[in-house]
């Protein structure tokens, strides 16, 4: 099958940091935690390395070790991150024959302080991913089965709508893993093209930034998905999402996501796991247990292998066991591709972990 992905670019800089040498912070009545950096003082890292990223690479060299036909319609800078770059999607076997090269700025990159649990607080220069614009878009580029949309920075963003339509013009599987900025700056523009999006793969918090957005015509609250008696139901099916003072059940926000014409909604929680609605059921995966080396890229692998395992099987729960299986190899890893399972060993891994990944059905024609 042919993917196409469009989105973030990236070479990251991963400073390793025993967690001695860093203090952490977490807040009593929040779900945030910090690295405190001292001024003026140098800290010891155990391992500083360099690598690929970015959710448009992160994706293409998963799908492209999947069997997937992959290009990639990224920018780049003219610079030396910008050769590593095509040297990586090169000798993953991804077309770049739609990277484009821009000298108004350097190819983004990233620095990831992975210490403490190794959830990785990072910084960010976004640099040539901005630039993406209407005019660079053709539609020959999404003549695929698949088209992938990673999230888009600043005015890059303001191409989503073009690229949903230029991609449904060609027939092709839409998928979108929208960054939070992308869903709150630009809220409008995202909620018109709904209907075209057959795949949305969003974390809990930015599934909880779209609530707002939707209780005005689906309202609040709802009904909380019930689990049997001697089960305990996830967090999310339990919690629901809140924002802004707005609360919505997570199978309201299904029934409404799914109303407005997504096909799959798609929801990770962390050590959770996820979950997929359809307008017909919800699905929940628990994660397997893993040593994690680091956090940065989980998301990606799970998006990306979910995406890809639907269009080929067609089957939600597979691929939804085939993404959490591919996003605990990739947290194995400081980096987020050398974890990126190929896929006779990822289906390997799916017939025989299966039943270690049980899933949780709940019907919405009840």
Not at 18 to 30: G, H, P, V
Not at 256 to 265: K, L, N, S, Y
Not at 325 to 349: C, F, K, M, P, Y
Request: contains cysteine; hydrophobic residues 45%; negative net charge.
């Amino acid at each position: 099958m042919k993917s196409v992905t469009i989105g973030g670019a990236m070479v990251d800089s991963i400073a390793i940091i025993d967690d001695e040498r860093i203090e952490r912070m977490s807040m009593r009545n929040a779900e945030s935690a910090f690295l405190l950096l001292e001024v003026g003082r140098k800290t010891e890292a155990s391992e500083i390395s360099q690598h690929c990223g970015g959710g448009a690479v992160n994706a293409a060299v998963g799908m492209a070790r999947l069997r997937f036909d992959v290009a990639a319609v990224i920018k780049l800078g003219q610079d030396a991150r910008a050769e590593a770059i095509l040297r990586r999607l090169d000798g993953e076997g991804v077309s770049t024959r739609w990277v484009m090269r821009d000298a108004r700025s350097a190819t983004g990159a990233s620095v990831i302080i992975s210490s403490h649990e190794r959830d990785a607080a990072i910084f960010t220069f976004r640099g040539a991913n901005t630039l993406l614009c209407t005019a660079d878009l053709k539609p020959d580029m999404f003549a695929a089965d698949v088209v992938y949309i990673s999230g888009l920075s600043n005015e890059s963003a303001d191409c989503f709508p073009d690229i949903i339509r230029l991609a449904k013009s060609q027939k092709a599987m839409v998928a979108t893993n929208p960054g939070i900025r992308q869903l709150t700056s630009r809220a409008s523009s995202f909620r018109k093209a709904l209907a075209d999006i057959d795949v949305l793969s969003i974390n809990r918090a930015e599934a909880a930034a779209l609530v707002p957005q939707l209780v005005g015509d689906h309202g609040e609250g709802g009904p909380v998905l019930e689990c049997a008696a001697d089960e305990s139901a996830p967090a999310l099916a339990r919690r629901g999402l809140e924002s802004g003072g707005y609360e919505m059940s997570l199978r309201r926000f299904v029934e409404a996501m799914t109303a407005r014409g997504v096909r799959h909604v798609v929801i990770t929680n962390g050590m959770d796991g996820a979950y997929v609605g359809t307008a017909g059921e919800i699905l929940h995966c628990p994660t397997l247990p893993t040593k994690v080396a680091g956090t940065a890229g989980a998301g990606d692998a799970f998006a990306s292998t979910f995406v890809a395992w639907l269009a080929s099987s067609g089957k939600a729960c597979e691929a939804l066991r085939a993404g959490i299986i591919n996003a605990a190899s990739v947290v194995g890893h400081a980096d987020t591709q050398t974890g990126l399972l190929r896929g006779d060993e990822l289906a390997q891994r799916l017939s025989t972990i299966a039943d270690k990944l049980p899933l949780t059905r709940w019907s919405l024609s009840d």
